[in-house]
């Protein structure tokens, strides 16, 4: 049974650019979960989502950042105009169940902004 | 919000050595989960615990829910140990539906 397949692993933008990560979930799970580690700030929580239904977004930047998890395909992580300071690891974790059911990790997307 | 802190900061072995990790939060929760992060940043599940104890192979954990601290065992450590251990806490009643709060980790360094 596959794991959480998070592609692609490592990405390189330059300002001003935009960033795509995605997010296939574990088989037979509906939620997923984004997460961002920052180098000095730890994991912190971004958004939750339900196919077709963004649930919390308590933890997603104001501007710039969208999620999405369509009916079909994997869930993206869209950041527009990347700044510096975007520079993080983005991971993305899945359940089967609702919260607080186990939440499976992927193996992250490490962003880094020229 | 849950706060959720780790101790040690730090921790330094010898393979073999047997140590104990801490996990300490500010409110009840619905489920507390250690991972180990490898040196190439994967995030590996250990253990779901809200309470009681598990053990797999050389590692266990106990929650002991109702004094609000976690703690992760490793017996006879090896030097593919090493790397950040990480507790993260989802909040019973919380007002943020999914969030796991993850505490600041150890880091685990394991000398041959």
């Known amino acids: 049974n596959a794991g959480v397949m998070q592609n692609p692993r490592h990405l390189v933008r330059r300002r001003g650019q935009e960033a795509r990560l995605r997010c296939s979930p574990m088989?037979?799970?509906?939620?997923v979960y984004w997460y961002r580690q920052l180098p000095e700030e730890g994991l912190k929580f971004m958004v939750y989502?339900?196919?077709?239904?963004?649930?919390?977004e308590s933890g997603m930047p104001k501007e710039r950042f969208s999620a999405e998890f369509p009916k079909e395909g994997p869930s993206i992580l869209r950041i527009q105009q990347v700044v510096r300071g975007d520079s993080a690891a983005y991971f993305c974790a899945s359940s089967g169940m609702d919260p607080p059911d186990t939440q499976y990790f992927g193996p992250g997307t490490r962003l880094t902004v020229l | 919000g849950i706060q959720v802190e780790q101790s040690p900061p730090d921790l330094i072995l010898q393979e073999g050595a047997n140590s104990t990790l801490r996990c300490n939060f500010s409110?009840?929760?619905?489920?507390l989960q250690w991972f180990h992060q490898n040196p190439w940043g994967q995030l590996i599940n250990l253990f779901y615990i809200p309470s009681g104890t598990k053990q797999n192979g050389r590692l266990s954990a106990t929650t002991v829910a109702t004094e609000r601290y976690s703690l992760l065992y490793i017996s006879s450590s090896q030097t593919t140990d090493s790397g950040v251990y990480f507790c993260?806490?989802?909040?019973?009643?919380?007002?943020?539906?999914?969030?796991?709060?993850f505490g600041q980790g150890t880091i685990l360094t394991v000398h041959p």
């Open positions: 409110d009840s929760v619905n489920n």
């Open positions: 088989k037979g799970h509906s939620h």
């Open positions: 993260a806490a989802y909040q019973a009643g919380g007002t943020s539906y999914g969030k796991l709060t």
């Open positions: 989502l339900q196919k077709e239904n963004i649930i919390d």
